[in-house]
């Protein structure tokens, strides 16, 4: 077997990925023992299945594998499709995993005496500069945004900016940081992605993957 007969799936790091295993059992997807190791160096793996690897990356970068041709198909959350909104893009099924929300949050004593209605001009603190432009822009308010890839919520206690996008869970990182949502942006989901070329070119393998996770999403 060759390198172009090989089948390539991107994966998110971190905790995406634990909820992606038993869809990926649902699937009959068994990847090499070494990928069970958060620790493990590497990042292209062999599976049970001879022409499917599976490559695990940021999850960022994820969008970015498969938009270019380097995977054929891939796990992201639609924020960051939302971010990258890239044309080569097919998103044809919600994994219904990762839920979250991308919100706006403020330190608790601004929410008390702020009106966002207001606003004209904003500096946020953000992972995502591209989907907070746009939806401030929406309503005629600029946003200047500081592109930050973690640690958010401390922008706001060390005098980066008063306000801050990002994704939000259950709350509690913003908590103890003394901030609260005042708007949600998105509800965010982890979507099944695919090259648009890979789709065509080889639509048997690529399409039988599709219809696999979704069986097992249906069946969920």
């Known amino acids: 077997m060759t390198a172009n007969d090989t089948i390539i799936l991107a994966l998110p790091k971190g905790r995406i990925l634990k909820e992606l295993k038993p869809l990926l059992a649902g699937c009959g997807i068994v990847p090499e023992p070494a990928f ?58 919600d994994l219904k995993i990762g839920d979250c929300r991308l919100s706006v949050a403020e330190p608790q004593d601004l929410s008390q005496e702020d009106d966002p209605g207001k606003w004209s001009h904003i500096r946020v603190a953000t992972k995502y500069p591209e989907v907070t432009k746009r939806h401030f822009a929406a309503r005629g308010v600029q946003a200047e945004c500081i592109k930050l ?10 005098g980066l900016c008063r306000r801050i996008v990002d994704l939000v869970s259950s709350g509690a990182t913003l908590r103890a940081n003394g901030l609260v949502e005042i708007e949600t942006i998105a509800q965010i989901t982890s979507r099944l992605i695919v090259n648009r070329a890979a789709l065509k070119t080889r639509h048997g393998e690529v399409g039988q993957l599709i219809d696999r996770f979704s069986e097992v999403v249906d069946a969920a």
């Open 36 to 93: 069970e190791d958060d620790k493990a160096r590497q990042l292209l793996f062999a599976t049970n299945a001879p022409n499917l690897r599976i490559v695990r990356v940021r999850s960022f970068d994820v969008a970015t594998f498969v938009a270019f041709g380097a995977a054929h198909l891939g796990v992201a959350g639609n924020d960051v499709l939302m971010e990258f909104d890239y044309p080569e893009l097919y998103s044809p099924l």
């Open 149 to 158: 890839n973690g640690a958010m919520e401390l922008a706001p206690s060390l």
